[in-house]
């Protein structure tokens, strides 16, 4: 599949008309129409509705018009990181950002990096909970503020500005804990909690936080995973349970709808920026001496 066939299939996507995709990629409508034939031929399945009128996606077609999007997009900025490192500098910083962890600080980092370098373009990408551990290795992203425990089987991924990140007990108003303060480890394994937005290959965080609960008669039945964040913040909104979340998310939380409790004996996990010693951006050196001093 080429990538040209992909921008025009784009542009007939974004302006749902094929001659004026014609223009915006300087060729001829037939050639659009003939390429979009082939690219259908070619996925197998129809892309768009036509009709002498208008132009409009099937179901089908629409997803694969959202995924080549982000397709397009990687291959430019995989580009322009290439090049400027062939050409010995880059003016970009790919950051993957992953789950709820101390979204503040990060942005805060970031914005004092740019502060700093200016010229350097700062592109976030979203970091997939089953295959982050790739990104990173892999070099698709430069950098992520993450959970260093996870990263620890292979010795080329690298930590800097560890930190504690402290979490805090998220129920419905109508729990039956809702009007306490202080919630202690005994009276919080006798209800069902979850981890938000853990997947199953984070079972660590499971191991540590069953761990922190450790007490007579703990039923580890009553922790359980929740791969999506929303999900499980609409499982407390429904009295399903309660959600031990990162403290720095508190106050974006609808306080009419959750009460938060403190944990009678604070419940941490460590967070760091993490690279590969093996990514040759030398932005990354830069970010990570900001990030040391």
């Known amino acids: 599949m080429k990538i040209d066939k992909l921008e025009e299939f784009c542009s007939v996507g974004r302006n749902m008309n094929f001659s004026k995709a014609a223009d915006e990629c300087h ?11 082939q690219l259908e031929e070619e996925v197998g399945f129809q892309i768009f509705e036509r009709s002498t009128r208008k132009v409009s996606f099937t179901e089908a077609g629409y997803s694969f018009y959202k995924d080549c999007l982000g397709i397009l997009e990687d291959i430019e900025n ?36 740019e502060s700093m370098y200016p010229e ?9 909970l089953n295959d982050k551990y790739e990104q990173l290795t892999d070099g698709e992203v430069d950098v992520v503020f993450d959970i260093p425990r996870y ?4 010795r080329d991924i690298k930590a800097v500005g560890l930190m504690q ?21 005994k009276d919080l394994s006798e209800h ?19 761990e922190y609960l450790r007490c007579d008669n703990f039923d580890t ?9 929303n999900v499980a913040t ?51 050196d830069k970010f990570i001496d900001m990030v040391k001093n």
């Not at 373009?121 to 970091?127: A, Q």
Request: glycine share 6%; net charge positive.
């Open 27 to 37: 060729t001829a409508q037939s050639a659009i129409s003939l390429h979009i034939r």
């Open 78 to 113: 995989a580009q322009s990181k290439a090049a400027a490192i062939s050409a010995g500098k880059t003016s970009a910083l790919t950051v993957g950002i992953e789950g709820l962890i101390q979204g503040d600080i990060r942005i805060a980092t970031l914005k004092k990096f």
């Open 120 to 128: 350097v373009k700062v592109i976030p990408v979203c970091m997939n």
């Open 151 to 154: 990263y620890t089987l292979n």
């Open 165 to 185: 990140n402290e979490h805090v007990l998220m129920v419905s108003k109508d729990h039956s804990l809702a009007d306490k303060k202080v919630i202690s480890k």
């Open 192 to 210: 069902i909690t979850f981890l938000g937005g853990v997947s199953n290959i984070e079972n660590y965080l499971m191991r540590q936080y069953t």
């Open 221 to 229: 039945k009553k922790v359980r995973y929740v791969p999506d964040q």
């Open 234 to 284: 609409m499982m407390v909104a429904l009295g399903q349970g309660g959600n031990i979340i990162p403290r720095e998310r508190t106050p974006v939380l609808n306080r009419d709808m959750f009460s938060i409790l403190e944990l009678e004996e604070p419940f941490y996990i460590e967070s760091a920026w993490l690279y590969s010693r093996k990514n040759k951006n030398p932005v990354l």
